[in-house]
């Protein structure tokens, strides 16, 4: 029973990796279960019996998905705008795109916006930690929260994609203009009296 066990989670795991590769190349919508199936090297039947339908294997890739983010483990300095901006460029110059592809279709695929909120929370736990005393202290929570939601906004993927990818710039102007976007966020924070803030809220 245990080896028959360990070899359906082995299959479910192939069938997640092969999904996932092919996710990474194309649109959701292009991708059929059969290639799936030949990809991983199981039947289509196979496919549907762990999975029920494809959108089924979109939370199995997204898991395999969290693992590699997680294994790229890239040393970041706290509190350093540059080394944060340089660290999160080079996560989505391996996953960036397909980040962003998720995003974009997550409302039509089932589990999909889940997942999706998941990952931007993970995201702002990140910028947390590594923001360190740049971020308002405790005694100022909404300020604190708007820095934070700000300097998201400013590494969010789709800002990424679109210097990267649509305006085709190189990874160093890139990481430039991001750095510009969350020093002025961070500069804003830093020069506005504590009165207007609270003024503006």
Not at 55 to 76: D, H, K, Y
Not at 101 to 110: E, T
Not at 113 to 129: D, G, S
Not at 154 to 160: I, N, S
Request: aromatic share 4%; with cysteine.
């Amino acid at each position: 029973m245990s080896n028959r066990g360990e070899s359906s989670r082995s299959t479910k795991r192939r069938i997640a990796e092969a999904a996932l590769e092919l996710f990474k190349a194309r649109d959701y919508d292009d991708v059929s279960l059969a290639e799936i199936a030949r990809a991983a090297g199981v039947s289509h039947q196979t496919v549907l019996n762990h999975f029920d339908t494809k959108a089924g294997v979109i939370p199995a890739c997204a898991e395999v998905f969290s693992e590699q983010v997680a294994e790229l483990n890239l040393p970041v300095t706290v509190g350093d705008p540059v080394s944060i901006v340089q660290v999160t460029c080079a996560r989505y110059e391996i996953v960036g795109d397909v980040n962003a592809r998720w995003a974009d279709i997550a409302p039509r695929v089932p589990g999909l916006e889940t997942l999706i909120a998941r990952a931007r929370t993970n995201f702002q736990a990140w910028l947390t930690e590594v923001l360190g005393d740049l971020l308002p202290g405790p005694d100022e929570p909404d300020e604190r929260q708007r820095v934070l939601v700000g300097v998201h906004a400013a590494l969010e993927v789709h800002t990424w994609r679109f210097l990267r990818r649509d305006l085709q710039l190189s990874q160093a102007d890139t990481e430039a203009h991001l750095t510009d976007l969350m020093l002025g966020v961070l500069t804003r924070h830093r020069v506005q009296p504590t009165t207007q803030r609270r003024r503006s809220r």
